[in-house]
Structure formats: structure tokens, C-alpha cells
């Protein structure tokens, strides 16, 4: 169904879900998120699904985010709530998923996004994607699991550096520090994420599941707990109020620093 927020397509045990919500460049909402989640759940007792790749609709955007006019009137109990939910609902999800998930980051990941592409378990660019979690230029932090997840994956010093800046790094500079496994041009993209996903398929179910839960497991759940909480906070902050309404007015934000 092309009006779906999720469209789904599967050939050869590989399910390729594509977040469709292009005009806002696939930005979580709780409608996406949940609708996400849904497929993804869906696809753990689909015995001929055996890999998943993510991907975003339109040349633009794998994901931009959460949806910033969603939250930009939160206070911290929703906030907070916001971010518990979405981790729960959905990053743990994708990240505790039964079958390999490969995220293939056709343009813009950021904040959410990001995030999002980090709790798959391998991550394919497209040679015109940029990267980054800006949430700190909004008044806010990471609150989907980006400043865990960014920190294993590429290090503390580089995580520090991309989340206090706020930059965005293109996909050369990804596949540098390890953030992406493989950059390929734009219109190669899919079938790349679909070959390397062909061959985690060809594996064996069960060991892929008990292998991807051993390399986990050496990762700590505390931090999440700190980020969900920290994340909330942020809501009652001057700040917060106008790095999102700066964003939301198109203009740049005037921190008054509380
Ligand atoms: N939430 C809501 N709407 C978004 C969005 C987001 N994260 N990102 C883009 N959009 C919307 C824009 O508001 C715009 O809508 P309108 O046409 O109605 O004005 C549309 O998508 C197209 O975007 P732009 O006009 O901004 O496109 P651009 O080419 O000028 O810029 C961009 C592209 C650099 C990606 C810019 O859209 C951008 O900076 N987006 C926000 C990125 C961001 O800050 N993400 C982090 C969100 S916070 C978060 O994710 C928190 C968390 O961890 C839980």
C-alpha cells in the first residue's frame, strides 16, 4: 500500500521495510514509530523472513529524526515518556530483533534517525548520506539510544565530538570511524544492503539470533535509563524551548543558557 507510513516488500526470505512519510523526510512520529514497530514484531514469527533491511522513502532522507513538532511543547514527564516509549517500543526492537537488521541510509539520518540506523546491526550508505545527531542545537540530547550506541560503535572521543558539535559527517567520514560498513553510490544502494543482507540469510536462523545476543551482551543498560531521564529534563529548560522554536520558525537559535 503506497499510503502506508511502512512499506514492505519481500523477496528471497529478505524483508525490506522503507519508512514512507517523505514530505516531513521520514521523521518518527508515534504513528511511524508504532507502525514500524508493528512490522517489525510481525516479521520475528514470519518464518520466511530470515533478514531485514531498513530504509527510508525519496531521495532525501533515510530518516531526519524524531518529529520535532510533535515534542516541542513536552514537558519533562513526556519527554521523558517520549523517549521510554520510543526505546522500548522500538530501538530495543530492532536491536534485540531474532533476525539481522541492515540499515541502508539513502540521504539524511540524524538525531532519531541515526539512532535508529545504529540499533540495526550493520549499516550500508548511500555515497550522498549525511550524518549526526543535532539534538544538543535544539536544546535536547540524544533520546533514542544515540549517546550509547554512537559511543560503541565509534568510540567515546568521536561520539563526544559528533554529539557536543552537533555536525553532520558525510558518508566517507562514516565509513572512517566505523559508523557505516560500506559506502556505494546512490542507485547501488538497495541491492548493496540486499546482497550483504542475501548472505546473513544464507546462515543459519538460530545461530544468527544466539550470535547477535552474545555480541550485545557485553554492552551495560544503565546508560540508556541516564539518557532517558537527562533527555527529559532538557523539556524544562529555556533552551529547549528555543532551539525548537528557532528550528520550527526556520531562524537560529539565541540560547539564554538555563
Ligand atoms: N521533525 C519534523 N519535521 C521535520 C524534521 C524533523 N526532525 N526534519 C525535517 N522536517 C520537515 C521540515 O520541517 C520541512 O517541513 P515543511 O516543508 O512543512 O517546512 C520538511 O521536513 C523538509 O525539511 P527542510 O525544509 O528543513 O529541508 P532542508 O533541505 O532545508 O533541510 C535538514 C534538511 C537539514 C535534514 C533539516 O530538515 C533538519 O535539520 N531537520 C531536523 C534534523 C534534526 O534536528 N533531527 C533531530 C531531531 S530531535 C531527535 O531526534 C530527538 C531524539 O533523539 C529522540
Redesign the pocket.
Known sequence: MSDSLVLKSLEDGILTLTVNRP???N??NRQVIDALAAAIEAAQDQDDVRVLVLTGSGA??FV????????ADFDRAQGED??RR?QRNLFDRVEQSRKPVVAAING?A????L?LAMAAHVRIASSNARMG???V??G?????G?TQRLAQIVGKGKAMEMVLTAGMIDAASALDCGLVNQVVEPELLLETAQVVAAKMAKNAPTALAAAMDSILAGYGKEGYDMEMER?GQCFETEDFKEGTTA??E?RKPNFPGK
Do not use: N, T
Open positions: 514530505d516531513a523526510l521523521a518518527l532525501k532522507a531526519a529524526g524524531a518529529d520535532i513538532k510533535e515534542f517520549l523517549a520510543g539524511f540524524l538525531g532519531g534517525g539512532e545527531l543535532p539534538e542545537s535544539l535536547v540530547i540524544p533520546g533514542y544515540g533527555f528550528f520550527l526556520k
